[in-house]
């Protein structure tokens, strides 16, 4: 699959060029400078390590009833 296909936001916060600042808001672009981090220009490429991979599932761990369940059946 080709970058240009995946669906990903093409915003400044997401470009190979540019980093983030000490502001939330506004990021630096090595190519326009300070730039709002949802600006975006013809010159966009794609960094999927500033890929936002969302929530994590957590581990569910079994309860006490079903642990003696299990250590009955051993
Ligand atoms: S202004 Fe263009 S080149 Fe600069 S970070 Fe945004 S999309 Fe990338």
Do not use: A
């Amino acid at each position: 699959m080709k970058r240009k296909d995946l669906d990903i936001d093409r915003i400044c916060e997401k470009c190979e060029f540019s980093v983030g600042i000490c502001d939330d808001f506004y990021v630096l672009c090595k190519k326009k400078g300070v730039v709002p981090g949802g600006h975006y220009c013809r010159k966009f490429v794609y960094d999927p390590l500033k890929r936002d991979p969302g929530k994590i599932p957590g581990v569910m761990l079994p309860d006490m009833e079903t642990i003696d369940e299990i250590s009955d059946l051993t």
